[in-house]
């Protein structure tokens, strides 16, 4: 595909375009700055210092010390550490893991396993926007619980979870508390985020989400956390995460963190405003559109997503792309199966309506037109599909 | 490589820490940069495209191993394919036995899973080396119990360049029924490797040792060989390794292993000819010297020297400054002051072991790179020694 600015995209929560600065910065490492950053010469010394700026970068949009960002490669990485890791390093009393019951793949594939081998595992459910009770999520915390694992935004409906209140109620159960891990690849630089405030100690976060490159992410620890490794070799990364440098993809990581450093207050205000007017879209050429996910309160700002009973998710989001709207079903993924969200059902919906779901997501790239041509494509194809409009369930 | 811009050449010599991407490479990972952007997981023709694009990079991977496509598992790098493979193969198999093999000169990656699985419960046995850093067959067959489950022998040795007897482990291996890894980072592209012929169950590889991108690598997992996953999540890799595909990275290993293969007979040649050369003018010019590693079971790019009486560091400082990179050992190990682990398993002395220099040599280099290396290296060696306290008359 190229970019060609008759295509819509809007499935910015799957993956984003790096930014072109992002490009140009990789293209000139990759050519000249090849180092390997443990190197004893000057070109192992160049190659650490991009390293060490970018993770300033890093660290400098989500408000923590440079030294507790560990590059991992990427997301899905970072949630399986936080979680594992943190069982490592806790020894065997600690026996029990709670997360919600939206958590990315990545947090819940990871509390499948535990359960499988015997550790106690609680999903805390959602109400209908998808939202956890920081009350019984505490109230779920026992002596042997390792670690409690939530969301900040949720990537299907982009609700924004209560993490602060769920930090600051783990925090006053004293020093033999839980850890508390958050998944925020959604959230990061879309949202704020106060990680010493709200009492976060394990953080993960993914470039590809933010218009950096893919291949590359990082895991937050708070100091004095202890955590154990999960990929163990040279001992890069403070000995916590082995493995040569991505040195090229953690410097366009650093610059995409730049960059959003600078844009996100009003990106963040621009894509709120594309939000609404999406949403008032697609209820005008469809009437009988559920919002799956919050209004306005608790939503993050790039993510929509609507059922639309009667006819099949991937139907709609084919016929999106017959006129050029690219969308997706739910988490990209889970979205080469064909079975309903089980995110939208945790919200309490039916199957019909998680069956017929289609998320829209957005960046700080898209425009007035791109909302506008999404909801005239939208109106075409339920307008060219109405003659198989049928129950699905 | 403009970091020492007074220097007569620039020569870089460190192609076993890590290597530039060739600009082919680099020309076949800007598009998914840039247009091609998508998530291969998506169910519209971005992921489509991005998915097509991953399944050609992996039949160019399997390719230069001579394995099916779909034995190939696209990792983060080399490190990441040692953890997967081990422990994958660990806690798969537990119930059948609690014996591992290993040998004592294994890169980190391997050597630090082994003792974290040690630590953990599992009986692990570490073979020894001969004084070229050669591992035994025979020695390896004798360690092998009713409960051995995986034996793990890298092919290359990335410091002293040792060919390791691979086939012939592998086939004890499998006359005994036990899974057989091997850490291939270092040989991938610059020896012929067929993982049929040379009985090998599991293979690591990565991409930044053979002019690809960083931040991606590959584990070769024979058809039929069960792994425990270490990264859970989605559906990626056959459900073996989750997280969304770096595909500009694969997209780059692919083109890297395409150009690999097809220069290699040529390429390991002319590395051999120029490695040869190096050191024989080292053992020529430079009193003192030993060669480390074995002197024809070795990789092509592979010189691996110690310079008696000096720290290899001290010598990298000023050769550097003449705009000469190398290395002392492993990059990973270099920042510490531990001799090399794989030196001390070979039988040399502390002192030995610290005056030791590897050169690795790569596509860049050229007759007149190793004449610059002869010409300035005697002198700073001489120069050094002349400063140091030990020395042959000092009695150390
Ligand atoms: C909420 C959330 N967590 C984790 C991930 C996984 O991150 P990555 O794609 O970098 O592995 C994703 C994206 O797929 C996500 O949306
Ligand atoms: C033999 C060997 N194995 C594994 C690795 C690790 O590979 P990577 O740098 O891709 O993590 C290296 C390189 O550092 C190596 O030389």
Redesign the interface.
């Known amino acids: 595909m190229s970019i060609d600015s008759s295509l819509v995209y809007m499935d910015n929560s799957s993956t984003t375009r790096p930014f072109p600065e992002v490009n140009e910065a990789m293209n000139s490492v990759y050519a000249r700055q090849f180092g390997n950053p443990s190197s004893l010469h000057s070109m192992g010394y160049e190659a650490e210092k991009l390293v060490s700026k970018a993770r300033k970068s890093v660290a400098n949009l989500l408000g923590v010390g440079e030294d507790r960002i560990f590059f991992t490669s990427g997301g899905t990485e970072a949630n399986n550490w936080a979680i594992f890791g943190s069982l490592r390093s806790a020894g065997s009393k600690y026996n029990h893991v709670i997360a919600s019951a939206v958590e990315h793949p990545s947090v819940l594939a990871v509390m499948e396993y535990l359960k499988q081998i015997g550790y106690r595992v609680s999903l805390a459910p959602v109400d209908r926007e998808g939202r956890v009770d920081p009350a019984q999520v505490l109230s779920l915390v026992g002596e042997d619980t390792c670690v409690v694992s939530v969301m900040l935004v949720q990537n299907e409906v982009g609700t924004v979870q209560p993490c602060a209140e769920i930090g600051a109620g783990l925090a006053q159960l004293g020093p033999r508390r839980p850890r508390f891990h958050v998944d925020a690849v959604q959230g990061f630089a879309r949202i704020d985020i106060d990680v010493e405030r709200w009492g976060i100690d394990l953080l993960s976060i993914s470039s590809h989400k933010i218009h950096g490159p893919k291949g590359i992410g990082a895991l937050y620890i708070r100091k004095g956390v202890r955590m154990h490794p999960l990929i163990l070799g040279g001992g890069q990364e403070q000995g916590l995460r082995s493995g040569t440098e991505n040195v090229p993809g953690i410097a366009g990581f650093g610059v995409a963190c730049d960059i959003w450093a600078k844009i996100s207050g009003e990106a963040r205000r621009k894509m709120y405003g594309l939000r609404k007017r999406l949403m008032g879209g697609v209820r005008a050429v469809f009437p009988d559109a559920v919002l799956n996910g919050p209004e306005v309160e608790n939503a993050a700002p790039h993510i929509v997503n609507f059922s639309f009973p009667g006819f099949r998710g991937e139907t709609i989001l084919h016929a999106l792309e017959k006129r050029k709207v690219f969308v997706s079903t739910g988490s990209a993924c889970s979205s080469r199966k064909s079975k309903p969200s089980p995110v939208i059902l945790a919200l309490g919906k039916t199957e019909e309506e998680a069956l017929s779901a289609i998320r829209f997501s957005m960046s700080p790239y898209t425009a007035v037109e791109d909302v506008d041509n999404t909801v005239s494509a939208l109106e075409d194809a339920l307008k060219e599909l109405a003659p198989w409009r049928r129950k699905l369930t | ?4 811009p007074n220097a007569r050449r620039q020569v ?1 010599l ?1 192609h076993s ?5 060739r ?1 082919e490479v ?1 020309a076949a990972m ?1 598009p998914y ?7 291969a ?7 489509y ?1 991005a998915r097509e694009a991953i399944n050609d990079a992996r039949e160019k991977v399997a390719s230069l191993i001579e394995a099916a496509p779909n034995e190939i598992l696209f ?6 394919s ?2 997967l493979a081990i422990r994958g193969v660990a806690r798969a198999r537990k119930s059948k036995g609690n014996h591992l093999i290993t040998s004592q000169i294994e ?3 391997v050597l ?2 082994f003792e ?1 699985l040690q630590k953990e419960g599992f009986d692990v046995t570490f073979v020894p080396c001969d004084k070229y850093g050669l591992i035994d067959p025979d020695g390896v067959r004798k360690a092998i119990r009713k409960d051995t489950i995986l034996i793990s022998v890298m092919h290359g040795q990335n410091e002293v360049g040792t060919i390791e007897p691979v086939k012939e482990i592998g086939a004890i291996a499998r006359e005994h029924g036990v899974l057989f890894h091997t850490d291939a980072v270092q040989s991938v592209g610059k020896v012929p490797i067929n993982v049929n012929d040379m009985n090998i169950d599991l293979l690591t590889l ?1 991409s ?1 040792k053979i002019y690809g ?4 690598g590959a584990l070769y997992v024979k058809r039929g060989v069960r792994l425990t996953p ?7 890799e056959r459900r073996m390794r ?8 694969i997209v780059g290993f692919g083109e890297a292993c395409r150009l690999a293969k097809a220069e290699l007979p040529e390429e390991s040649r002319r590395l051999t000819k120029l490695r040869d050369k190096l050191i024989e003018g080292i053992l020529r010019q430079i009193p003192d010297v030993i060669l480390n590693g074995h002197p024809v079971l070795r990789l092509p790019h592979n010189v691996n020297v110690s310079i008696k009486y000096l720290e290899g ?1 001290s010598i ?2 000023n ?2 400054r003449m705009g000469v ?4 050992g ?6 510490s002051l531990e001799p090399s682990h794989v030196l001390l398993a070979m039988g040399l002395t502390h002192e030995t072991a610290h005056g030791s220099l590897r050169f690795a040599l790569g596509m860049s280099n050229t007759e007149e790179d190793i004449d610059y290396v002869l010409e300035v290296l005697p002198p700073i060696v001489e120069k050094l020694r002349a400063m140091s306290p030990i020395g042959p008359g000092s009695g150390l």
């Open positions: 490589m403009s970091s020492q870089y460190d820490a890590t290597t530039p991407v600009p680099l800007l940069f840039a247009g091609k952007f998508g998530n997981s998506s169910v519209h023709s971005w992921g495209e990792t983060s790098g080399g490190t990441e040692d953890n890169h980190h990656a630090h899973t974290a990565s930044h991108p960083k931040g991606v270490q990264l859970t999540g989605g559906a990626h989750a997280g969304t595909e770096n595909v500009p990275g560091e990298l400082l050769l550097d990179a190398a290395s002392s492993s990059a990973c190990t270099s920042g």
